[in-house]
């Protein structure tokens, strides 16, 4: 099966940097992806990791450790547009092209 | 950019009637369409996958003669929740899949806001 969790709520202040963790235990992995959604809006990609490591994209970084099970998305210089809730999802398993989502974390940016 | 038309994007419906959501490739072939259901304030939760011209794959817990889908061509595929109930009101979000593509593949459509009364 797939549990992938995540902190519920965060709160973080303006320009600030903000690191949101999600663990996953799953029956397969072949990638794990961040998206952010504002609240009645679809998903926004953010970043994709398949190996381990970090990436980075601007203000947003995204980390993976496959061996732990384990991912962070680090949000840089936060701004008042970053409130929002943000997905982790992993893919698989096996060669399936299958998203399961996290249980999603609501960011609340403050000044 | 790919993109994904998804229809209608709110839809109030009286209890015990269908409703029908279209989701359309508007630049791309897409496979395979997932379709998700999320409640307030939780994530989107997998319901089925489908792939062009066969029959979906529904996730466990998820009834197949409640939520009908159909994927006839590789542009456009339709979620049809019959004899809805207010328990269904929810944001349904469709999602296709296609291999070698920005954003690894997936591309969302708007979601779909649905209201039973």
């Known amino acids: 099966g797939q549990n992938i969790d995540q902190p519920t709520e965060m709160t973080a202040t303006e320009g600030a940097i903000v690191q949101i963790n999600c663990t996953y235990q799953?029956?397969?992995?072949?990638?794990l992806f961040w998206y952010q959604q504002h609240a009645g809006e679809a998903p926004t990609f953010l970043s994709y990791n398949v190996l381990d490591g970090l990436e980075e994209k601007g203000r947003f970084s995204s980390f993976l450790s496959r061996s732990k099970g384990y991912s962070y998305l680090l949000l840089k210089e936060l701004q008042m547009k970053d409130s929002a809730s943000y997905l982790c999802?992993?893919?698989?398993?096996?060669?399936?092209?299958?998203?399961?989502f996290g249980t999603g974390t609501q960011l609340k940016v403050e000044l | 950019g790919a993109v994904v038309s998804q229809h209608p994007s709110r839809v109030i419906c009286k209890s015990g009637t269908s409703v029908k959501i279209e989701c359309r490739s508007l630049?791309?072939?897409?496979?395979?369409m997932f379709w998700y259901r999320q409640f307030p304030k939780q994530s989107l939760m997998l319901m089925a996958t489908s792939n062009e011209g066969s029959k979906a794959t529904y996730e466990q817990g998820v009834e197949k003669d409640k939520f009908l889908i159909n994927h006839a061509s590789l542009t456009l595929s339709t979620l049809t929740v019959t004899s809805a109930h207010p328990e269904d009101s929810s944001f349904y979000i469709c999602s296709a899949s296609r291999t070698g593509y920005t954003n690894y593949g997936y591309t969302f459509g708007s979601g779909t806001r649905l209201t039973v009364v």
């Open positions: 630049d791309f072939q897409a496979t395979t």
């Open positions: 799953t029956s397969g992995f072949n990638g």
């Open positions: 999802a992993v893919r698989g398993p096996g060669g399936g092209n299958k998203l399961t």
